[in-house]
């Protein structure tokens, strides 16, 4: 119990270091490129972990999640526009954009999640592609110039450290329904689906009901951080709303950090995004920050294939159990053995009595009395 105890302390003792650093990261970085990259990540965090929410804890790998992202920032938009609503009152429209993001999860959902694995995955690509082929071409999306948002009467010191703070919301809210998921029974059937979906639903588990509960999930919160991308960046376009490379990155930092662990896409999320970032802006070569992903991806499914918090643990343990027998003591099984032999009648006169009177003694006989 004592090891227990102060196991939960030093994690609460983490948790509050961790978010006095969080709370405090733009008072102690205030450099708006900091902070820029700090918001990039953030968002990147929420939306990998309403990703690993379904996909993860599932096994059905989606990379359709920019579908909700992109479609959460053109309801805010198209929102904003048509109705006439500026300023700080533009942010009363990002439950809609999370509303619009559940919206769309359903049917899509009810299509895909009808099949498995490579179907499954063919089949959010191909929804996917569909989704930016009409903000290309129908006219209340804009076309290829898109949507622009509302000017937010900020001051240019405080307007990255506001949505810094905002998306850093998102990000605690996304982690706790996470976690929260996980430790539920919720969490349990999507885990059962992982592992062998026919034998969860010969145990009594609706399948159907259950993945397509975790997909609307992953939709609405990738919906309404799309809409804070969206107010953030000022505008939205067909590539960068449905970007493909979105999804890849997404599935790269849940890979990374450790696919179905709760730090496993945070820790991904903080050491893809801001490096992505770094070589944009460092290298004029839009392409080597691709490159470099796809060279990592690779790297990652060789080395670390089950991702840096599963692999850490597993050192960890191995080298905590070093040294120590994997046999207990003798002192440790005497009781145990000492129990067991004064049970067994067979070794004692009567023992050996009764084994040879049993088969004189009875006789096997059916149903109706005779002998058998």
Not at 226 to 239: N, S
Not at 243 to 269: Q, R
Not at 354 to 362: D, G, M, T
Request: aromatic share 12%; glycine share 10%; with cysteine.
């Amino acid at each position: 119990m004592g090891s227990v105890s102060r196991r939960r302390a030093a994690a609460g003792l983490a948790l509050v270091l961790l978010a006095a650093a969080a709370i405090g990261f733009p008072v102690v970085f205030s450099s708006p490129v900091v902070t820029n990259y700090a918001i990039y990540a953030l968002i990147f965090i929420a939306v990998v972990t309403a990703w690993n929410m379904f996909s993860g804890f599932s096994g059905y790998i989606s990379l359709g999640q920019a579908v909700f992202f992109g479609s959460g920032a053109y309801a805010v938009g198209i929102a904003a526009r048509d109705w006439h609503i500026t300023g700080v009152g533009v942010f009363a429209l990002l439950p809609l954009a999370a509303v619009v993001g559940a919206v769309i999860a359903v049917p899509f959902g009810l299509v895909a999640l009808r099949v498995r694995r490579h179907t499954f995955i063919v089949i959010t690509i191909a929804v996917f592609f569909i989704f930016q082929l009409m903000a290309y071409n129908f006219s209340f999306t804009g076309g290829s110039v898109g949507v622009s948002a509302p000017f937010l009467p900020w001051s240019p010191t405080t307007f990255n450290d506001r949505f810094y703070y905002l998306t850093l919301g998102c990000a605690v809210v996304a982690v706790v329904l996470a976690v929260l998921v996980r430790r539920a029974r919720f969490g349990l059937r999507l885990r059962a689906i992982r592992d062998d979906e026919d034998r969860a639903r010969g145990l009594g588990v609706r399948t159907m009901r259950v993945k397509l509960a975790a997909f609307v999930l992953s939709a609405t919160i990738t919906g309404l951080v799309g809409g804070v991308w969206f107010l953030y960046l000022t505008q939205v376009q067909p590539p960068s709303g449905f970007d493909p490379l979105f999804d890849l990155s997404l599935v790269l930092m849940a890979f990374l950090g450790g696919l179905g662990t709760i730090s496993g896409p945070i820790i991904g999320a903080l050491i893809i995004e801001p490096g992505q970032l770094y070589l944009t802006i460092k290298y004029t070569n839009g392409y080597l920050s691709e490159i470099l992903l796809g060279a990592l991806f690779l790297a990652i499914v060789i080395f670390v294939p089950r991702g840096i918090v599963p692999t850490t643990g597993e050192w960890l343990k191995r080298v905590r159990t070093r040294g120590q027998s994997a046999i207990p003591p003798a002192s440790q099984r005497a009781p145990a053995a000492t129990g067991l032999r004064s049970k067994e009648p067979a070794t004692s006169d009567e023992g050996r009595s009764r084994l040879k009177r049993r088969p004189e003694a009875s006789g096997k006989t059916g149903r109706a009395g005779e002998k058998i």
